[in-house]
């Protein structure tokens, strides 16, 4: 379930429109790094690992629709940081990849 979750974040960001095709790359790269520290955490911790999939699938479905409601991306963007809260001692790798994830959907302004 994880791996699709991923897959489908992967798909939504490689149909992104952004004249930064560099940007496009290293958000893909991010979600690499994601999908490790997911896929470590879901061995300890199943549920917490689920849940920041699923607010990184949001946040890129989000990201990705041509129609972009008020405050929806900040929301699932916000879901996402909060969802990884708590395991900067013991994951640090995954805080900081969720972190950057929220940075860069920031940065390209969409």
Excluded: W
């Amino acid at each position: 379930m994880l791996e699709e979750t991923i897959k489908r974040i992967e798909l939504a960001v490689g149909s992104l429109q952004t004249p930064d095709g560099e940007k496009k790359q290293e958000l893909l790269k991010l979600l690499r790094t994601l999908k490790a520290e997911v896929d470590r955490l879901s061995r300890t911790h199943g549920e917490h690992a689920h849940s920041i999939a699923g607010y990184a699938a949001l946040a890129a479905h989000e990201a990705t629709r041509q129609e972009k409601p008020e405050g929806m991306l900040e929301h699932t963007v916000e879901g996402l940081s909060l969802s990884s809260k708590g395991f900067e001692a013991s994951h640090p790798e995954l805080v900081e990849a969720v972190n950057n994830i929220c940075t860069m959907l920031a940065r390209l302004g969409i």
